[in-house]
């Protein structure tokens, strides 16, 4: 029976305690602004006996609601609390910097008897974008049907790299069968991880890739939701216009239709001249 009732006291306080701890951290945020983190749990009826936040397992914030104060913030280099907008629920961090990009951590443990303890952890990117937008060349601007086309897309240093996008007329150029797309990254500094994206789009010219006679190419560039960017050329196709293909044949057609009716008209007025003629005299 002790037994019994010991076991039943085991499920009973397995049953109460922490319970749906979830961590709220943003993506990606922009280098220099405010970084907002947030723990939400429920305790059902048991006493909050600390909450604590890490960055790559280095603690730099806690929270203890019978300590006081109850908020202790811990040296980082580049993590500056801003503690009156912290509490038991969430942290904020001024100024962040590229360097506070890693995993962070909410650790959230419950009162006596049992001291739950749940953690919770999200990935964050302090981003740079770059400082304007892609630079887009073509090998040329005028093309004849087979020509290979050749565009390229670079995007200025950035981190982490940018994604790249193209579009021809419009229509993503990823879906088509007839265009290939490289795309690569160059670490320009190992410390600052600072990168540049280089796409190149290459294809042949044809009579599909050029409905109207020209081609509208767009590069564009993203870093998650934070930044977009883009730029466009135009390329021609360089065969003469269908237009003037029809047109010319026409022209010549209807002029060698007036050279009979010219000549005509030229025997008939002679001939009226020579009978006036013929009368007078």
């Known amino acids: 029976m002790n037994a019994l009732l010991y076991l039943f006291t085991l499920y009973i306080l397995e049953c109460v305690g922490l319970r749906d701890l979830k961590i709220h951290v943003p993506v990606a945020v922009r280098s220099g602004s405010i970084l907002r983190m947030n723990c939400t749990y429920d305790l059902e009826n048991t006493a909050l006996y600390s909450i604590k936040w890490y960055l790559r397992d280095q603690e730099f914030y806690r929270y203890v609601p019978k300590e006081s104060p109850p908020t202790r913030v811990f040296p980082m280099p580049g993590i500056i609390v801003n503690v009156q907008e912290s509490d038991e629920n969430r942290v904020t961090i001024v100024n962040v910097q590229r360097e506070l990009t890693g995993y962070y951590k ?134 003469p216009p269908k237009s003037a293909q029809v047109i010319a044949p026409s022209l010549s057609s209807h002029s060698t239709g007036k050279a009979p009716r010219l000549q005509n008209w030229a025997s008939i007025t002679f001939i009226m001249l020579f009978i006036i003629n013929t009368k007078l005299l």
Not at 138 to 150: C, E, P, T, V, W
Not at 179 to 188: A, H, S, Y
Not at 199 to 207: C, D, F, G, R, V
């Open 106 to 239: 909410c650790e959230v443990s419950a009162d006596a008897p049992l001291f739950h303890t749940g953690i919770k952890t999200k990935l964050t990117y302090v981003t740079n974008e770059p400082s304007s937008p892609p630079t887009l060349q073509s090998n040329r601007m005028k093309y004849s049907a087979g020509d290979l086309i050749n565009v390229s897309c670079i995007a200025g240093e950035s981190y982490p790299a940018v994604n790249i996008s193209w579009f021809l007329n419009n229509q993503t150029a990823e879906t088509m069968k007839s265009v290939r797309i490289n795309t690569v990254f160059e670490l320009k500094d190992k410390v600052t991880e600072m990168v540049v994206t280089r796409s190149y789009l290459i294809t042949k010219a044809s009579t599909l890739l050029f409905p109207t006679g020209r081609i509208k190419v767009i590069c564009e560039i993203y870093q998650f939701d934070l930044y977009k960017s883009s730029s466009e050329i135009e390329l021609v196709d360089n065969a």
